[in-house]
């Protein structure tokens, strides 16, 4: 089960911080990956981290923000800053497909709204 928090209303250029906790998953043997869906548009990956420390980033984020994981507490975070208007989604985590980045291959989560404002 997935739980995503911490999403909110913010003016551009501000920051945010998200959390995701994992239940019943080993984090330690596992990538996770932040996605978001915009109104109208297909949910996309943002970000993904692998047990080892590798990073993927999409352009529209990269400098951005930063995924981190603590995996004594089964939870994946996503630090954003210098928020955009365009960033305005809501923001899912999920498990990245080995090789399918942008399919999950958990059940998804409600997931946690992200609103930037102009």
């Known amino acids: 089960q997935l739980q995503a928090s911490g999403g909110g209303l913010v003016q551009a250029g501000g920051s945010l911080r998200l959390s995701c906790v994992a239940s019943?998953?080993?984090?330690?043997?596992?990538?996770m990956g932040w996605y978001r869906q915009a109104p109208g548009k297909q949910r996309e990956l943002v970000a993904r981290?692998?047990?080892?420390?590798?990073?993927y980033y999409a352009g529209s984020v990269k400098g951005r923000f930063t995924i981190s994981m603590d995996n004594a507490k089964n939870t994946v975070y996503l630090q954003m800053t210098t928020l955009k208007p365009e960033d305005t989604a809501v923001y899912y985590c999920?498990?990245?497909?080995?090789?399918?980045?942008?399919?999950?291959?958990?059940?998804w989560g409600q997931g946690t709204l992200v609103t930037v404002s102009s």
């Open positions: 999920n498990a990245p497909g080995a090789a399918r980045w942008d399919r999950g291959t958990l059940p």
């Open positions: 019943g998953i080993i984090f330690s043997i596992t990538a």
């Open positions: 981290l692998t047990s080892d420390g590798s990073t």
